[in-house]
């Protein structure tokens, strides 16, 4: 069974300052992996989406990369921002063991970014 | 504006009680889910729907029943037989290929009074 983690489990950082937020699975058999922000109370919001056959995905300040045979993925986020406080979850693209069915998405528990004014 | 929509934000059930959360979508996706999210833990797959008329039980599925008579509705009801239910409860809708990201509505807090 597909399990991801997520470490740190939570980081507090000065603003400016660049920082890398972890993800391992552990079934490199996946489809994709997608990063997602949290803010409290609400859903989540898809930030990148990275292929099987992709090593990384830009957008804007947030890189992420992926490196499938040893199964991680880092997501580094440049000159952090007070408003980029929230959790940041990694979710992979797995087929289900019954090999039929929709693609299903197992989730880390996330790392609560804090930045600091 | 194209989305999901959750509703309500806020629930409370009594015991014995079956509830049911709303979840609509507008932007023409086959594939529908529900997770379920408790504090520290990851998200996890409660039951998922491809197409309408048809839903799979995903990790967590007993205490809860969905429908989906509607493409873009797929409404989840909280059974009596859920013996924790208090928890954070997400809904989400992609187009059901690997590689498009899910979307995800604002989630419904449901507490026991």
């Known amino acids: 069974k597909q399990e991801v983690t997520q470490i740190p489990a939570a980081l507090s950082v000065p603003e400016g300052e660049n920082l890398v937020l972890n993800c391992s699975f552990t079934?490199?058999?996946?489809?994709?992996l997608q990063w997602f922000r949290q803010d409290p109370g609400k859903g989540l919001t898809s930030l990148l989406l990275?292929?099987?056959?992709?090593r990384e995905q830009t957008s804007g300040r947030l890189n992420a990369s992926l490196d499938k045979s040893s199964g991680r993925s880092t997501l580094y986020i440049a000159a952090s921002q007070p408003g980029d406080s929230a959790t940041y979850l990694c979710?992979?693209?797995?087929?289900?063991?019954?090999?039929?069915?929709?693609?299903?998405?197992?989730f880390g528990k996330g790392t609560k970014l804090s930045v600091i004014p | 504006d194209g989305g999901i929509t959750q509703s309500p934000k806020y629930l409370f059930r009594k015991e014995g009680q079956n509830v049911t959360l709303s979840c609509e979508q507008n932007?023409?996706?086959?594939?529908m889910y529900w997770y379920r999210q408790d504090p520290g833990q990851g998200l996890r797959l409660i039951y998922y729907?491809?197409?309408?008329?048809?839903?799979q039980k995903g990790d967590i599925a007993e205490g809860y029943s969905v429908s989906r008579e509607k493409k873009e509705s797929f409404p989840l009801t909280v059974t009596s037989a859920q013996k924790n239910p208090t928890a954070f409860y997400l809904c989400?809708?992609?187009?059901?290929?690997?590689?498009?990201?899910?979307?995800f509505g604002d989630g419904t807090r449901l507490s026991i009074l």
């Open positions: 989400a809708s992609s187009t059901g290929t690997a590689n498009q990201p899910q979307h």
């Open positions: 079934d490199s058999a996946i489809y994709n």
């Open positions: 990275i292929q099987s056959s992709q």
């Open positions: 979710a992979v693209y797995s087929v289900p063991h019954s090999g039929a069915g929709s693609y299903q998405l197992t």
């Open positions: 932007l023409n996706h086959d594939a």
């Open positions: 729907s491809q197409i309408v008329n048809d839903f």
